[in-house]
C-alpha cells in the first residue's frame, strides 16, 4: 500500500479549515508565551482568522459549480455550494460570538485563551461537518466540534452548576456519538461504502431496505440529539443553563448550522432514497419538539432556561423544512438555521448586556424597567424577541413562512397548522421579555448597571437591526439557499 | 393593467413611509417632549396634506386599482411590493390620515411620560395600517397586518391602566391566533397558483373543499379583528385599558382592518364558500347586534359601553357584506350592491363616531381620572359645550337621521329587508337596543343635578378638545347630510366586488 501525498487539487478547497488549523495553532502559541497585553491581541488573532476563513469561503462559493461540486480527497471533502453558505453562516456569527464575548470573558476573569482556541477548533469541526463528503468526515468533524463544546461548557472550572452540566454534556453527548456511530455501521454495512454519492446510489438501488432502515432510525435519533430536539432534549436547558453564558452563547448559535449540515449530509445526501420513511420520523420529531419546547419554556423565569427551551422549539420548525424532503425544503430549512443562529446569537448576548462582574444575569426579572434606563437597548431586545416570536417584517418571521411552505408543500397541512398553533403559544413567552422592559418598573433588585463596552453595544445593535434588514431584504439569502441545492 | 398608470410620484409609499421614518425620527428627540409633539404633528399633518392628491387624483368612474405601484420584492418566492387603492381603501386611508393627527391633538398634555415613544408608536401604526389598506400583494399585507401588533401591544402596555398588562397579552395573542391560519391559507393559495399578488388569487380556480377551508382560516384572522361574536372578548379589555390615543385608533381603524380583510379576501376569493356560508356570518352578526347590544346596557364603564357598542355596530358591516351574497343568488344585484355600500359607509362612520366617544371619554377621564359612570352625573351644569358635543355623539351612535349612523345602518337594513324581513326586523332591533344603552348612558352622565364636588369643579372643554372633537362631528354631519361624495368613491369598487362575489370559482 502506497502513501498517496495530497495534491494540491486536494488542498485547494480546503482553505479555509487550513486557515482555522493555523490560526486556532497560532493562538494556542500566542497564549501560552505572550504577556499579558500579548493576550489582548489573541481576540482580534481570532476574528482575522474568521475573516481570512471566510475570505477563502466565499471565494469558494462564488466559484462553486452546482453540477459539479468539488470533490477533494477521493470524495471526503465536498467544496459545494451547500458547504459555502453554511461556513460563511458559522463564520459570521462566530465573529458575532467573538466581539460579544469579550468584555464578559475580561470581568469574569474566564481565560480568553481556552475560549476563542476552543472556538476555533470547534468552528473548524463545524467546517469539516458541513463539507463532509462521506461518513468518517463527517464524524470527525462532528467530534472535534463536541469535544471543543463540553470543554467550553466547563470553561469557569470553579463553578460546580458549570461543571455539571459540562459532564452531563459530555455523557449524553459521547451516547448520541455512539448511537450516529452505530447507525452509520449498518448504513456502512449495508451499502459497503462510507462515500454518501455511493450510500445515495446503493440506497436507490436496494430492494431491501430492512437493514439501512435500521441504521437511519439511529442516524434520525442521533441527529435528533445533536440538534435537541424532543424526546432527545434532556441535556439542552441543563447545559444551556449551567454553562458560563458566553459559553451558551457560542454553542446555541453557531452549531445549529452544523447541525442542519449533519442532518442534510446523512438524511438528503446519503439516506435521500429513503426519505418516505424518515420523513414521518422527523415529523413526530417536529411535533415534539414544538410542544415540549414552547410548553416549557412558558413557565421559566429564567431567561437562560426559556431561550434553551424555545431553543429546541425552533428545531422543531427547522424539522418542518427538512419534513419537505427536496430542494425546497432543504433551502428553507437552511435558511431557518441562518435566522435561527443569528437570532439566538443576539438573544443570548443580550444576556452579556446586563452581566457586570459578581452578577451574572439570567433572570427575565433582569430586564425590568429596561425602557427607563436604557430606551435603546431595550428597542433592540424588543427587535430580538419579535424576531424569534415571528412577527413580520422581522427575519424570524420569513424563516416561519418558509418551513410552513415546505410543510404544505409536502402535503402535510396538519403539520402546518400544528406549527402555526405552536408559533401562537410560543409568542406569549418572548411577550413576557418585552413586558418586563416596558411595561414593569425596576426594583432594588435589578441590575442598574449596563455593560459599557462598546464592542458589545456595537455588535448587538448592527445584529438586532441586521435582524430587521435581513426582514427586509431577505431574498439574496434565500436566492443562495435553494440555488445551493438548485432549487431555482 | 399595471402600466396603465404611470406614477410619476410614488404616492402610496410615501403615505406609508412619510408617518413610519417620521415615527422613527420621534424616538430621537427622547429628552425634549415639546418638540417632539410638535414634530409629531407636523408629521401627521404632512400625511392628512397626502391625502388631497390622492383623493383628488382618484378617478371614481374607474373600476381598476388606482395609483399602482409594483416592484419585486422577494422574487424568489414571488413577493411584491405591489401598492393600489379602489374607493373602499382612499376613504379609509383618508379616515386614517385624519384620526392621528386628531389622536396627537388629544395626547397633547394628557401624555406626560415618555411622549416621545407615545407619539412614534402612533406615527409608525399609521404608516403601518396605511400600508393594509394600499397593499395589492397577499404576502404584503400579511406583512403589514401583523407589524399592527407590536405597536399596539406597547401602547396599550405602557400607558394603559392598572389592568394593561392583561389586556395587552391578550390583544396580542387573539390577534395573532387569528392570523397564523390566515397565513397558512395564503401559503396554500400561493402554492396553488404560485404568486401572492392579489390579482392572481382572484383568478385562481378553487374546489367547494378547498374554499370552505380557506373561508374558515380568513374568517378566523378578521372575525377576530372586526371583532365579531365569540371571538370579541378581547375587544372590551384592550378598549378599558387602552390610554385614550389607543382606544381611538382601535375602534376608529383596526376594527375597519377586519372589514377591509373580508373585501379584499374572503369575498373574492372564495364567492361559493362565502355564498354557502354566508348564513352563519349573517347570524353571528345579528348575535352582534343584539346580544351585545343587551351587553352593553349594563356596563358600568363608559369605555367598556362604548367597546360594546362597537362590536354591534361593527355587526352591521359583516351583516352588509353577507347579506349581499344571498341576495346576488336570488338576483337583487342593486340591493346586494347596497347592502355592500351600506357596510362601507357604516365603516367610516363607525371610525368618525367610535373615535369620537372614545375622545370624549378621554376628555371626562383627563379631568376626573375615572371611566365610572356613577362617578358622574350632572356634567352639563358645569361643561355645557362639551355635553352639546357628547349628546350630539351619542345621537350618531344611536342612528339618528341626519348624522353617519344612519346612513350605514339605513342602507343594510333596507338591503337586508329585501331578503328577508326577519333579519331586517332583527337587525333594527339596534336602533332601540343603541338608543337605550348610549341615551342611559347620557342620562346618567351629562344630565341631572350635579353629583358630587368633583364634578362641581370641571372645567369646560379648551380649545383643543374642541378642536378634536369638532373634526368628529364634522366628519359625522357631512356622511350623515351629503353621504353622495363617499358613495360615489366606493361605487366602481363595489360595483366590481357584486361582480366578484356573484361569480362561481368552483370549476
Avoid at chain 1, 128 to 133: C, D, H, K, R, Y
Avoid at chain 1, 227 to 243: K, N, S, T
Avoid at chain 2, 266 to 291: E, N, Q, R
Wanted: charged letters at 10%.
Amino acid at each position: 500500500m502506497t502513501i498517496v501525498m495530497p495534491t494540491s487539487a486536494d488542498l485547494l478547497p480546503l482553505r479555509p479549515e487550513l486557515v482555522l488549523v493555523a490560526g486556532a495553532c497560532g493562538l494556542l502559541l500566542v497564549d501560552m508565551f505572550a504577556v499579558a497585553r500579548g493576550r489582548a491581541m489573541l481576540f482580534w488573532l481570532a476574528l482575522a482568522t474568521l475573516a481570512t476563513a471566510a475570505g477563502f469561503a466565499l471565494a469558494g462559493l462564488l466559484a462553486a459549480d452546482p453540477q459539479a461540486p468539488v470533490r477533494a480527497f477521493n470524495g471526503m471533502y465536498l467544496g459545494d455550494a451547500i458547504a459555502g453558505v453554511l461556513k460563511l453562516g458559522v463564520y459570521a456569527v462566530s465573529a458575532i460570538v467573538f466581539t460579544c464575548a469579550r468584555p464578559y470573558l475580561a470581568e469574569q476573569g474566564l481565560s480568553r485563551g481556552a475560549y476563542y482556541i476552543l472556538c476555533l477548533f470547534a468552528v473548524l469541526g463545524m467546517s469539516l461537518l458541513v463539507s463532509a463528503g462521506s461518513l468518517v468526515t463527517l464524524y470527525l468533524g462532528l467530534e472535534l466540534l463536541a469535544l471543543s463544546s463540553y470543554a467550553l461548557v466547563a470553561l469557569n472550572r470553579d463553578s460546580a452548576i458549570g461543571s455539571e452540566a459540562a459532564m452531563k454534556y459530555f455523557v449524553l453527548g459521547s451516547l448520541s456519538s455512539g448511537m450516529l456511530l452505530y447507525g452509520m455501521s449498518m448504513v456502512y454495512g449495508a451499502t459497503a461504502s462510507l462515500d454518501l454519492v455511493a450510500i445515495h446510489a446503493a440506497a436507490g438501488a436496494a430492494q431491501d431496505h430492512t437493514m439501512l432502515m435500521f441504521g437511519v432510525a439511529f442516524l434520525v435519533v442521533g441527529i435528533a440529539f445533536k440538534f435537541g430536539a424532543a424526546p432527545f432534549h434532556m441535556w439542552l436547558p441543563d447545559v444551556y443553563q449551567g454553562a458560563p453564558t458566553v459559553a451558551t452563547l457560542f454553542i446555541g448559535s453557531a452549531p445549529k448550522l452544523a447541525a442542519f449540515g449533519l442532518a442534510y449530509r446523512l438524511l438528503g445526501a446519503g439516506a435521500g432514497p429513503l426519505s418516505e420513511q424518515w420523513h414521518v420520523m422527523v415529523a413526530w420529531l417536529a411535533v415534539l419538539s414544538l410542544a415540549v419546547g414552547n410548553l416549557f419554556a412558558l413557565v421559566q423565569t429564567s431567561l437562560k432556561r426559556m431561550l434553551a427551551y424555545s431553543t429546541i422549539s425552533h428545531v422543531g420548525f427547522l424539522f418542518l423544512g427538512l419534513v419537505n424532503a427536496g430542494p425546497t425544503g432543504y433551502a428553507s430549512a437552511m435558511f431557518y438555521a441562518l435566522s435561527y443562529a443569528l437570532m439566538a446569537a443576539a438573544a443570548f448576548a443580550t444576556l452579556l448586556l446586563l452581566s457586570h462582574r459578581g452578577h451574572d444575569a439570567e433572570d427575565i426579572d433582569d430586564f425590568r424597567g429596561l425602557n427607563e434606563r436604557s430606551p435603546w437597548h431595550a428597542f433592540l431586545v424588543l427587535m430580538v424577541m419579535a424576531s424569534l416570536a415571528g412577527v413580520p417584517p422581522f427575519l424570524g418571521f420569513w424563516a416561519k413562512l418558509a418551513v410552513l411552505r415546505s410543510a404544505l408543500d409536502a402535503h402535510m397541512l396538519w403539520l402546518a397548522i400544528v406549527g402555526a398553533v405552536f408559533a401562537v403559544i410560543g409568542a406569549f413567552y418572548y411577550l413576557r421579555v418585552i413586558k418586563a422592559m416596558y411595561f414593569d418598573k425596576a426594583d432594588n433588585k435589578t441590575p442598574t448597571v449596563l455593560t459599557s463596552d462598546r464592542g458589545l453595544q456595537w455588535m448587538l445593535s448592527i445584529n438586532a437591526l441586521l435582524l430587521l434588514l435581513l426582514g427586509i431584504v431577505w431574498n439574496p439569502i434565500m436566492t443562495w439557499c435553494m440555488k445551493a441545492f438548485g432549487a431555482v | 393593467m399595471d402600466f396603465l398608470m404611470p406614477a410619476t410620484l410614488p404616492l402610496l409609499s410615501l403615505l406609508i413611509w412619510l408617518p413610519i421614518l417620521g415615527g422613527a425620527l420621534t424616538l430621537t428627540l427622547g429628552n425634549r417632549p415639546e418638540s417632539a409633539r410638535r414634530f409629531a404633528l407636523l408629521i401627521a399633518l404632512a400625511s392628512c396634506a397626502l391625502c388631497a392628491p390622492l383623493y383628488l387624483g382618484f378617478d371614481n368612474h374607474m373600476g381598476l386599482m388606482q395609483f399602482v405601484e409594483q416592484h419585486a420584492w422577494v422574487p424568489s418566492y414571488r413577493i411584491n411590493y405591489a401598492l393600489g387603492v379602489d374607493g373602499i381603501a382612499v376613504a379609509l386611508i383618508m379616515l386614517t390620515a385624519v384620526t392621528t393627527v386628531l389622536v396627537i391633538l388629544g395626547a397633547w398634555r394628557s401624555i406626560t411620560v415618555r411622549v416621545h415613544q407615545y407619539l412614534a408608536a402612533f406615527l409608525m401604526l399609521q404608516g403601518v395600517m396605511v400600508g393594509v389598506f394600499c397593499a395589492m400583494d397577499a404576502m404584503l399585507f400579511y406583512v403589514f397586518f401583523e407589524a399592527m401588533l407590536i405597536p399596539m401591544f406597547i401602547i396599550i402596555g405602557v400607558w394603559g391602566g392598572p389592568r394593561r398588562v392583561y389586556a395587552s397579552i391578550k390583544f396580542f395573542l387573539y390577534t395573532f391566533l387569528g392570523s397564523i391560519f390566515m397565513l397558512i391559507g395564503l401559503i396554500y393559495l400561493y402554492l396553488k397558483c404560485d404568486s401572492f399578488r392579489l390579482v392572481d388569487l382572484y383568478a385562481v380556480p378553487l374546489s367547494m373543499k378547498e374554499q370552505t377551508w380557506l373561508f374558515f382560516a380568513f374568517l378566523i384572522a378578521f372575525a377576530v379583528k372586526v371583532p365579531m361574536f365569540p371571538v370579541h372578548t378581547w375587544l372590551p379589555d384592550a378598549h378599558v385599558e387602552a390610554p385614550t390615543g389607543g382606544s381611538v385608533i382601535l375602534a376608529a381603524i383596526m376594527l375597519k382592518i377586519g372589514g377591509y380583510g373580508f373585501v379584499r379576501f374572503s369575498l373574492p376569493i372564495l364567492p361559493d364558500a362565502g355564498m354557502h356560508w354566508a348564513w352563519l356570518v349573517i347570524a353571528l352578526s345579528l348575535i352582534a347586534v343584539v346580544y351585545i347590544g343587551l351587553v352593553a346596557l349594563v356596563q358600568e364603564d363608559m369605555k367598556k359601553l362604548i367597546a360594546y357598542s362597537s362590536v354591534a355596530h361593527m355587526g352591521f358591516v359583516t351583516l352588509g357584506l353577507f347579506i349581499a351574497f344571498a341576495l346576488v343568488h336570488t338576483g337583487g344585484t342593486a340591493a346586494a350592491q347596497l347592502g355592500m355600500q351600506g357596510a362601507m359607509v357604516q365603516m367610516i362612520s363607525h371610525g368618525f363616531i367610535s373615535g369620537a366617544m372614545f375622545s370624549c371619554v378621554g376628555v371626562l377621564y383627563d379631568r376626573m381620572h375615572s371611566r365610572m359612570i356613577r362617578d358622574y352625573g350632572g356634567v352639563v351644569n358645569t361643561m355645557p359645550w362639551f355635553a352639546t358635543m357628547f349628546v350630539f355623539f351619542a345621537m350618531a351612535n344611536c342612528g339618528l337621521p341626519g348624522t353617519s349612523g344612519f346612513v350605514g345602518e339605513f342602507m343594510v337594513i333596507l338591503a337586508a329587508f329585501q331578503q328577508s324581513p326577519l333579519v331586517a326586523f332583527t337587525a333594527a332591533t339596534t336602533l332601540v337596543l343603541g338608543a337605550a344603552y348610549t341615551l342611559w348612558l347620557v342620562k346618567r352622565v351629562v344630565f341631572g343635578k350635579v353629583a358630587n364636588e368633583h364634578v362641581a369643579e370641571l372645567q369646560d372643554m379648551n380649545l383643543r378638545e374642541a378642536v378634536v372633537l369638532g373634526v368628529f362631528a364634522a366628519g359625522v354631519l357631512f356622511v350623515g347630510l351629503y353621504p353622495k361624495p363617499l358613495t360615489d368613491l366606493m361605487g366602481s369598487a363595489i360595483a366590481q366586488l357584486t361582480t366578484q362575489v356573484s361569480a362561481s370559482k368552483v370549476q
